[in-house]
């Protein structure tokens, strides 16, 4: 199982930016997909999820309607587009395959014994 996350960087508050995760070395279709992050001096949160097929999508409280996890099945690829970004959503952020084939779970155990976990990728929001 390999995911690589790419796309992060440093950009503004109130500004965009789109995370990609690329997956290998499993059938994509058949997981969950999460995105989380861990801020400096702070624990895992589970910022996002979709399901196998991309048809539901579940959010933080903290991102809700800023947001957005999609995936592409036929191209291995999921992806989390945040927009509206604040100094707070500064992190690292990690794409994490569900440990299992099926239905996912909302939100997701905090622990990186959870899942498998790309190498993250570091998102800093300021001015």
């Known amino acids: 199982v390999v995911l690589v996350e790419s796309g992060g960087g440093l950009v503004q508050p109130g500004g965009s930016l789109r995370l990609s995760c690329a997956a290998s070395?499993?059938?994509?279709?058949?997981?969950?997909i999460y995105w989380f992050r861990q801020a400096p001096g702070k624990g895992l949160e589970g910022v996002s999820g979709?399901?196998?097929?991309?048809?539901?999508?579940r959010y933080a409280d903290s991102v809700k309607g800023r947001f957005t996890v999609t995936r592409i099945n036929a191209k291995n690829m999921a992806f989390l587009n945040m927009n509206s970004l604040k100094p707070e959503d500064t992190a690292v952020y990690y794409c994490v395959r569900d440990p299992k084939p099926g239905g996912g779970i909302w939100p997701p155990s905090r622990s990186r014994e959870f899942g498998y976990w790309g190498q993250g990728i570091q998102v800093t929001v300021s001015s």
């Open positions: 979709i399901n196998s097929a991309g048809k539901t999508t």
């Open positions: 070395g499993f059938t994509f279709s058949d997981y969950c």
